[in-house]
Every structure is written in C-alpha cells, then in structure tokens.
C-alpha cells in the first residue's frame, strides 16, 4: 500500500494524538441528575447489558456484556464525539454561536449528533453524506434542522465528487464555515478516552478481559481501547473491519474482491487520524451477511434495538471471544440503533433481494415458483454511456419506459436511467444535465439474470420494495451482463392472470 498525504488524509501508520496531556472532562458515574439543562446533557452513560442466548447457543464460555451506544439521544454512539468536538470548538473560539455554520461529511451518525447539537445550540448545519446511507439518517437530519447535500456512493474519498471532498469545498466558499474533522479531530478518541471506556471500566470493576469495536473513523476503538489499556494492561483490544475497507493490519487481512458493502458508519478507503493501530491487538474483517444477520439476531433473541454495524461487531466479538474461558468479562461495543434502518436490513425483501436471506415460500400461489422466462419481459430501450442526459431524457419521453438500461462499449449494463433520479439530481444535487450520464446512472438497482434459476416469487418481493425489476442475461462465455428488459407489478400482474386464465 503506498503512503500519501493529500488534503489532511495520510496513510502513514502514526499516532498523532497523545489522549494523557489533552484536556480532559469526566463525569462522575455514581450519580445521576434527576433533572438535565438539555438533551446533550443526556449524552452517554449507556447501560451495559450481559448477553444470555447468542453467547450460550455459539457456545461462548465467557460473559459478554453489550455496551448500548444506541441508546444516546441522537441514537448512536457518535453523539459523543460530535458534542466534544463542539465543545472543544466553541472553547478554542472555533465555532461562535449565532456566527458559524458547521459542515461536516459523515456516513450519518456523526452528522445526527451534529444536529442535535446545533438543534440546542442554534447552529446552521450541512450534513454531506453518500447516497448509500438510509432514508431514515436523511429524515432524521432534516427532522433536527440540517441541510443536506449526496454524493455518489462509489467515489473515493480523493475524488472530486466524495462526501469528504465536497464539505471542504463548500467550507471554502460559505462564510464562517466549520469542519469539525471527525476524522482527524483528536477529540473523537478523547471523547471515548474520557467517557465510554470509564463507563465500561466503572461497569465491570476495572476487570475487562476484551473489548471489540467496530472500526470506523476509529475514534471509538482508540480511545476506549487506550484507556483501557492503561488499567487492565492485560485487556484484548479488538477492531471489527468489514471486508472491501483497508483499516485491518497485516495489509493482506484488506486482500479482497469486495469493493462495496452494505453495512453502514464502519470501514474507509484511507486511514483517519483518529485511527491508533498500536493500541489495537487483533483485527476481525466481517462481511454484510454476517454482519446483517447476527443483528437481526441482537434484536430477536436479545431485545436490543441496534443497527447492521452492532452485528457486525457481535459477529467480530464470537468470534474474538472462542478463546476466552468461564469467568472472563468481553464488552462488544453496538454503535447505533434500529431506527436508522426500517428500510433496510430489517426489510425482509431488502434482505432477500441482496442473498442475505432466503425467499419467503408461498405454496398457495401457483406461479410462486414459476422460472423467470423472457416471455414476461417488457423490453427496455438502451443507451451507450458516452450519450448526455439530455439525449437519456428524450428517448425516455420517447419511449415512455419505466426506465432505460445504460451500457458500455461492450455491451455490458453498467446502470440504468430512470426519470425520478434525473429529477432528484437536477432538483436536489444541484445537478445539471450538462454533466455526464454517468452522474445521472443509478449503479444499485434490484435484478434478476435470465441466466439463472430466478422465480416470479423472487420478482414480487423485489416489487415489494421497487417500481420495478431490471431483467439481465449473463453471457458465460465472457461473463458480459446484457440488459433484456424490465418487469412491473403490472406486467407480473397480466402474465399471471394470463396463465391463470383470469
């Protein structure tokens, strides 16, 4: 891996922050209030709940204890670090109330916790976060008062087009602008370093055997793991890393074909500053499906209300933990709550559509497991990459489809054009159809491969959740994915009253 310093971002392995000499704010944990000023005053103080069935049914021989981070206001683990690095902003003169307007990129959690705060302290907020990143985090932020600019999911965080890179050029040009810098804002390990670890130490007596965290900017990890460290010397720090992100070390942990993942708020591209690899004893990599699938078990067998990135971290935690015996004490740390993802993983369709979980059988329909065949197939109009969106725009009032796939010189569909996302871009991503189609092709779409032994069953799920279905063939003699069509409810509606004889 080479090593570059560009715009803030190095991939050098250094710590940068020493948390011992850094200012510190510690609350006593003790006591509480029974009355709070404001809700940022709420902050942290999260319960930690011993684990019962996951661990006994993965034959797990030590406690562990779940650490609730989504039980902060904002409702994740990041309303920590945005409250301190405004804290610390405000007391550096940084940020001045009423005057400053803050700018940060974030893959949401952050951002929400950001909000919150300008909610209390009447701070104008921009929130520039991917467009992979839920609906809900969207509501959320504007529901709190945040404005709020996408940027394209594929895009490095060098790139033009990056959430990262976009937040420092609108702080360049909007008077007064702020970029906290979660990523390299020392205050985010500080955050962990003075709080969560002094929670999770006065919890357990200062008898903590492990702690594994999911790795994100890595802020949590740092300053939980260096604390820790400093009173149970003898404590395994472990980072959860999922697959298609190079945080982990050794480098060859980070060898994969995986270039996108679903969970949401951990793993990068770059290494953050906030990132201690020192203090870190093991890394786990984890991937979307068993990631997505132990949360949904945190929330069934244990009641807890969590996000994909707290499943990533029990799946990291069972299987860090196999080594431990009776009587030793691993928190896993469950960063955000349930909320963030309704639309999501806890979708059974969503779930189904990605392989993550089998299709809902349905016996009582015949066409159920009917073969998707070309015959219900609605032809789609394509079109070459290297047209502009305002030729896409009028062969698609030409053609009146749903949708138009778009391809390559080879043929290969690389994504497809629909008038909706044309809209959203023009009217909400300040787009221009100046720009190139690729701007305007929407890259994740749900499909099936003619190629394959998908069922009309499969096909209404995915209906479930979207207007329609892009319908493929995969050529296996050169693995070329050519587009054959769409499917609608309505055509799924009229090709099975067909058969039916309805």
Not at 140 to 154: H, M, Q, S, V, Y
Not at 229 to 258: F, W
Not at 414 to 443: H, P, Q
Not at 474 to 480: G, L, P, R, V
């Amino acid at each position: 891996m080479s090593n570059h310093v560009e715009n803030g971002f190095s991939n050098e392995s250094q710590k940068f922050f020493n948390l011992k000499e850094m200012p510190h704010i510690v609350k006593p944990l003790d006591r509480n209030q029974k009355i709070q000023p404001d809700i940022l005053h709420v902050i942290g103080n999260t319960p930690l709940v011993k684990l019962s069935k996951i661990p006994k049914d993965e034959g797990i021989e030590c406690d562990i204890y779940a650490k609730c981070e989504f039980l902060n206001p904002g409702g994740s683990v990041k309303d920590r670090i945005a409250y301190r690095m405004v804290l610390d902003a405000e007391s550096k003169g940084i940020l001045v109330p009423g005057k400053s307007v803050i700018v940060e990129p974030t893959s949401g959690n952050t951002g929400i916790g950001l909000a919150l705060a300008s909610a209390v302290k009447g701070y104008r907020c921009i929130i520039v976060l991917p467009e992979k990143m839920s609906d809900e985090k969207v509501n959320t932020l504007l529901a709190l008062g945040a404005e709020i600019i996408r940027t394209p999911t594929e895009a490095a965080s060098v790139d033009p087009d990056s959430n990262i890179m976009v937040a420092h050029r609108l702080a360049k040009e909007i008077p007064n602008a702020v970029i906290l810098d979660q990523y390299n804002n020392p205050c985010n390990p500080l955050a962990h370093y003075d709080s969560t670890a002094e929670e999770i130490l006065w919890s357990l007596d200062d008898s903590v055997d492990m702690v594994v965290i999911g790795a994100g900017t890595s802020g949590t990890v740092s300053g939980v793991g260096n604390k820790i460290k400093e009173r149970c010397p003898h404590c395994v720090v472990v980072a959860v890393d999922p697959l298609g992100s190079i945080l982990a070390v050794p480098d060859e942990l980070n060898q994969t074909d995986v270039s996108y993942y679903e969970v949401e708020g951990i793993g990068y591209d770059f290494l953050p500053k906030s990132l201690d690899r020192s203090v870190i004893d093991r890394w786990v990599k984890s991937d979307d499906v068993g990631a997505l699938r132990m949360a949904r078990r945190l929330i069934r067998d244990e009641g807890l209300l969590c996000g994909g990135s707290s499943g990533a971290a029990m799946w990291g935690a069972l299987q860090a933990a196999k080594g431990l015996k009776a009587g030793q004490k691993c928190v896993v740390l469950l960063p955000d709550n349930i909320r963030n993802y309704m639309t999501k993983f806890i979708s059974d369709q969503w779930m189904e559509a990605r392989g993550f979980k089998d299709v809902a059988k349905n016996d009582k329909i015949s066409w159920w497991n009917s073969i998707v065949t070309e015959e219900i197939v609605q032809p789609a109009h394509s079109i070459p990459h290297t047209a502009s969106p305002t030729e896409a725009l009028a062969t698609l009032r030409k053609t009146r489809a749903p949708l138009l796939t778009v391809t390559n010189d080879k043929g290969n569909i690389v994504g497809i054009f629909t008038a909706d996302y044309a809209r959203r871009r023009l009217a909400n991503l300040a787009g221009s159809t100046a720009e190139g189609l690729d701007k305007f092709t929407v890259k994740k779409y749900y499909s099936v491969d003619l190629a394959k032994e998908n069922t009309l069953g499969q096909v209404s799920r995915l209906l479930d959740i979207s207007p329609f279905v892009v319908v493929v063939k995969t050529d296996s003699s050169n693995n070329i994915q050519r587009p054959a069509g769409v499917i609608t409810s309505e055509d799924l509606l009229l090709y099975t009253s067909e058969r039916n004889g309805h």
